[in-house]
């Protein structure tokens, strides 16, 4: 059964840094997309960074220069170490995991960023 797990998270203050770990199994076929979204109370969900087939990465505007995300293909793991972080990063984080046609999400796991 396909299987999308998060780890990290939690509260740290402003300036500080964070690492989240993402971990997929039981995909029937070969991953395409991984890559990490977030979402703020009263916001949608927003893309935080993807790491698409052929190795380019895309991040979001806003966290570009302060967030970093390194997958490791053969263990179906991404990460997103996150530095520099402000109290606007403060969200719920998925991962988000494209096989073909299908999304697999993450349960999600709490930032909270103070100032």
């Known amino acids: 059964q396909a299987q999308v797990v998060e780890s990290g998270g939690g509260l740290v203050q402003a300036g500080g840094s964070l690492r989240l770990s993402c971990a997929a199994s039981?995909?029937?076929?070969?991953?395409?997309?991984m890559g990490w979204f977030r979402q703020a109370p009263g916001k949608q969900r927003e893309l935080v960074a993807n790491?698409?087939?052929?190795?380019?990465?895309i991040y979001a505007d806003s966290v570009k220069g302060r967030f970093t995300i390194s997958r490791d293909n053969a263990k179906n793991t991404i990460q997103l170490q996150m530095d520099s972080l402000k109290p606007e990063d403060t969200a719920v984080y998925y991962c988000a995991v494209q096989v073909r046609a299908e999304t697999y999400w993450g349960q999600g796991t709490q930032v909270t960023v103070f100032s």
């Open positions: 790491s698409i087939p052929g190795g380019r990465i």
């Open positions: 039981g995909m029937r076929w070969g991953i395409d997309t």
